[in-house]
């Protein structure tokens, strides 16, 4: 409890202290770099407070272009240990209540993070529509493909926005396993518990090889992937 508490309290001095800074100087360069490299630093820090060891493997598959890594979600902690393994500056899908927030709002509407709200068809719309823009201009994100944190860390299926996605921007996909998070921060659970966390990069799929009507298939693919990265306990009944 001490260990979370503290976590919490250093991420609340964090944003008020350096985050306005860290977003003027992004503001005034116009390179959300520096930003972005500080937080995942940061964002590293914070595992090793909370006692997370995160181990990861796969790196040699992620591709040096654009790409889409699709992974299973099982706990508030993904994000936290993926983002900072992948070697380059990506974006994510953020919950629209957060964009709410002032500076912290800035901050990742400078790091290309898009709001998702899941009640307004013409909202998501616009929001895939940016994405498939930004990975055709060269810039990666990371989809949570369940659409939400499974509840007892099983995988889920997966939905097909993220595939869509890829296939219409022409990149490839890069399946994501991250096990044993929901062991550490389980869904409706507050307090952090120490321990390991593995996040397993997959081989990457071209999405522009795959037809829309293949779609399914690709899915199929993905999934399997992702699953068979993710420790048994984890994996789709």
């Known amino acids: 409890m001490i260990r979370t508490f503290l976590a919490g309290a250093s991420v609340g001095l964090a944003v008020v202290l350096l985050l306005p800074w860290l977003v003027l100087w992004s503001v005034l360069t116009g390179k959300p770099d520096l930003m972005y490299r500080w937080a995942m630093d940061f ?7 909370l006692q997370i060891r995160v181990r990861v493997s796969g790196l040699e598959n992620v591709p040096p272009c ?6 299973n979600h099982a706990s508030y902690l993904d994000p936290m240990v993926m ?3 992948i070697p380059r500056r990506v974006g994510i899908f ?49 989809i949570f493909s369940e659409g939400t944190r499974s ?26 396993s991250v096990g044993g998070t929901h062991r550490l921060l389980a869904k409706g659970k507050a307090i952090v518990r120490p321990g390991e966390a593995t996040v397993q990069f997959g081989p990457s799929l071209d999405a522009s090889s795959y037809k829309m009507a293949h779609r399914a298939e690709l899915l199929d693919r993905v999934e399997a992937l992702v699953a068979a990265g993710l420790p048994s306990d984890q994996r789709p009944l």
């Open 151 to 176: 509840p007892d860390g099983r995988m889920r299926p997966f939905k097909r926005g993220a595939l869509t996605m890829a296939m219409q921007a022409g990149v490839s996909i890069v399946p994501v």
């Open 94 to 142: 953020v919950k629209q209540e957060l964009f709410r927030i002032p500076i912290f709002s800035t901050a990742m509407h400078l790091a290309q993070f898009v709001p998702v709200d899941r009640r307004g068809k013409e909202s998501t719309s616009a929001t895939v529509l940016q994405v498939v823009e930004n990975l055709k201009k060269g810039f990666s994100y990371v």
């Open 43 to 49: 964002v590293r820090l914070e595992t090793r407070l």
């Open 66 to 71: 654009a790409c889409l890594f699709v992974a």
């Open 83 to 85: 983002m900072p393994a």
